[in-house]
């Protein structure tokens, strides 16, 4: 167990509206990182932070931002949901050397 | 040079065989060659990794092969279970900084009873 949650686990949504995905780690860790899922392309990185308040971009980057106010938290927020954002999302940290993930976010978007 | 290509894209394998799912990439920075084990509606979750000082890593039925200069490595399941039906994901990174995992697209195993 990574001691990682993701909430919601499921969400459905319509085009244009904002949503925000959140990861939550109990282990400390300082690096986290947000991937999705899609058949085909396997786990590409959206965002990555390394520390509170220090984020950067991954190879997926557009159409979604990161915030890490805290260490144990960070969000993922789509600011105005497409279809070809449907994908499971995946939130990971990482401990010497190895990135250990939760359990996945389904996220549709109508 | 940032991609990591997996093949085969499926693999159905009879109870007792051996699967091998191989994967090559072209960026030499890479030191870290980790493969991660996936069920239906789970998170990846790491099943064995190698660095490239080695060229094999065993642990149990699960082997990784590692050929630096050709730049490919490999996971070999031995005595294959219908437990171990699965998607396998080999990922390589930069240790260091950032660790980004760079992932191949996945293989679909189905071990046949």
């Known amino acids: 167990d990574a001691g990682i949650t993701q909430s919601p686990r499921h969400k459905v949504t319509e085009t244009g509206t904002p949503v925000t995905l959140r990861c939550h780690q109990t282990?400390?860790?300082?690096?986290m990182y947000w991937y999705r899922q899609d058949p085909g392309h396997g786990l590409r990185l959206i965002h990555y932070?390394?520390?509170?308040?220090?984020?950067d971009k991954g190879e997926v980057s557009d159409g979604y931002s990161v915030s890490r106010s805290k260490t144990e938290d960070f969000l993922l927020t789509l600011e105005s949901a497409t279809s070809s954002q449907t994908s499971v999302y995946f939130c990971?940290?990482?401990?010497?050397?190895?990135?250990?993930f939760g359990p996945g976010t389904r996220l549709t978007v109508l | 040079q940032q991609q990591v290509k997996q093949s085969p894209q499926s693999l159905i394998v009879q109870k007792g065989g051996i699967s091998i799912i191989n994967c090559a990439y072209e960026n030499t920075a890479f030191d870290y060659f980790p493969w991660y084990q996936q069920f239906p509606g789970k998170g990846p979750a790491l099943l064995i990794a190698?660095?490239?000082?080695?060229s094999e890593k065993k642990e149990g039925r699960f082997t990784i092969s590692f050929n630096k200069s050709a730049k490919q490595f490999s996971l070999h399941i031995m005595d294959s279970q219908p437990g171990d039906s699965a998607t396998y994901f080999c990922a390589a990174s930069m240790s260091g900084a950032t660790n980004k995992l760079i992932f191949g697209t996945g293989t679909l195993l189905a071990v046949q009873p």
């Open positions: 282990e400390n860790h300082r690096y």
């Open positions: 932070s390394y520390g509170v308040k220090d984020t």
């Open positions: 190698i660095r490239p000082d080695v």
């Open positions: 990971a940290t990482l401990r010497a050397d190895t990135q250990y």
